[in-house]
């Protein structure tokens, strides 16, 4: 494995050059970065801190900065230290400004304003915190998406993370033993999506879950047959339900949440087409 040092500089949180930077770096499975991360850089006192850090130890830089004067000195720094130099931004927005025939506005961070689309988002997170795992039930209807399957199977990061794109996620778990609550059933206005593991991976997982927690003796939790029966009762419940199916075996968050959207927009294009 070869390591390199990555710097993401950015004037605003530095999220989206992150999200990018860690999107370029996977393709090179043999080179592993390690990152530099410098945020809300929208001054010449800030911009030396990262540039000191830079000539210590260089390596590639990817910036998100509109300010001029300190793309200007960011680059001149670079250029003396031979280290790549690459604008995650200003590709899209030169190629946009001619298009669009209007002038970018130049507003470091514009995505992070604290608009409509943001009070949503918190409104989501607030609501998904409060319906985590099975809790506050009785307005199950009011959610956008809900997830439920076994433990295990990813349900709450994976709502923590639609909560965080602006959707009002709940996650109910089945229980063995138990029917799944009647709120759950009845619920018509939201996308139900069942998630499901393969028993090998949902095992392995409980296991490690368990360890965490201290404890090492074999329990019915990570039984191999009543981890088959749990997961064949949660396929049945799907199928009856008629619910859609994701199986999160190997997947991660990210990809979880994608196929869950996806669904969503066929959900929600089906119930505007309801007369």
């Avoid at 918190?122 to 039930?137: C, E, K």
């Avoid at 064949?232 to 859609?244: C, G, I, K, N, V």
């Amino acid at each position: 494995m070869k390591y390199f040092h990555l710097h993401l500089i950015s004037d605003s949180t530095g999220e989206t050059i992150q999200a990018v930077a860690r999107a370029v770096c996977a393709q090179f499975v043999e080179a592993q970065p390690v990152e530099h991360i410098y945020g809300l850089v929208r001054g010449k006192k800030a911009l030396d801190r990262a540039l000191a850090e830079l000539a210590e130890n260089p390596g590639p830089v990817m910036y998100s900065i509109l300010d001029d004067a300190l793309r200007a000195n960011l680059h001149s720094v670079c250029e003396k230290l031979s280290v790549p130099c690459l604008s995650v931004l200003e590709p899209f927005v030169n190629q946009l400004a001619p298009y669009l025939k209007v002038e970018a506005s130049g507003k470091p961070g514009g995505q992070h304003a604290m608009d409509t689309d943001y009070f949503r988002r918190i409104n989501a997170l607030n609501y998904t915190i409060q319906h985590d795992d099975g809790q506050s039930q009785s307005d199950l209807d009011t959610a956008d998406i809900i997830l439920t399957g076994v433990s295990r199977t990813s349900k709450t990061p994976t709502c923590i993370y639609l909560a965080n794109r602006g959707y009002k996620s709940a996650n109910v778990p089945l229980v063995p033993g138990m029917d799944p609550p009647s709120e759950l059933l009845e619920a018509k206005n939201p996308l139900i999506v069942g998630l499901l593991n393969s028993p090998e991976r949902l095992r392995a997982i409980r296991r490690n879950r368990l360890l965490s927690l201290n404890e090492e003796s074999e329990t019915e939790y990570i039984d191999p047959e009543l981890i088959r029966a749990e997961i064949a009762d949660a396929r049945r419940l799907f199928a009856r339900q008629r619910w859609p199916v994701i199986d999160v075996t190997r997947r991660s968050v990210e990809e979880i949440a994608s196929a869950v959207l996806n669904l969503y927009q066929d959900h929600e294009k089906a119930r505007d087409a309801r007369p």
